[in-house]
């Protein structure tokens, strides 16, 4: 598959998670994706652990099944462990993937959603001096593209 140019910020959507577009910064500094969200809350059950949460206070709330844990260090250089989901993301204007994003508050920064390295090696390169390269629109043919192990 041939790399798709993106720019800097792309809007995107999260289908499962919030019906609206989302800007969403690309950041090669960044191994792991990182969504904002709002009154985190882990619930252990028999069957799986879940996590509670919203996208912005007073939201709705969503419940997912907690994927994982992931270590990271964020530019404040105090490294924290954050819950991990997965979710469906539309990007580029047909395409479709699988991701796991952590969730964290990101009340105080400008982008809610962060795409890291791990999102970018599906096929994508950075162009640093654009943006919104494939614009907010979505296409009739939707292409999937498969989870990287």
């Known amino acids: ?28 500094g960044a191994w792991s ?4 969200a709002a009154n985190i809350e882990i619930i252990e059950g028999d069957i799986e652990t879940r996590v509670r ?3 912005e206070d007073g939201g709705p ?14 530019t404040s250089g105090h490294e924290t462990l954050r819950p991990t989901i ?7 204007g047909g395409h479709d993937h699988d991701i796991e994003v ?8 400008r982008h809610r959603l962060i795409l890291g ?13 654009r943006q919104i ?6 296409t009739e043919e939707r292409i999937r593209i498969e989870k990287l192990d």
């Open 1 to 28: 598959m041939k790399p798709t140019v993106v720019g800097w910020r792309e809007y995107c959507r999260l289908p499962n998670l919030y019906p609206l577009p989302i800007l969403a910064k690309i950041d090669t």
């Open 117 to 129: 390295r791990s999102f970018l090696r599906y096929g994508y390169i950075v162009n640093p001096s």
């Open 133 to 138: 390269v494939q614009g907010a629109e979505r």
């Open 53 to 55: 949460f919203s996208l």
């Open 61 to 74: 709330v969503i419940e997912r099944p907690l994927e994982g844990w992931r270590r990271v260090r964020p």
């Open 86 to 92: 997965r979710t469906d993301l539309e990007f580029g």
């Open 33 to 36: 994706s990182t969504l904002h």
């Open 102 to 109: 952590c969730l964290a508050d990101r009340s105080s920064m």
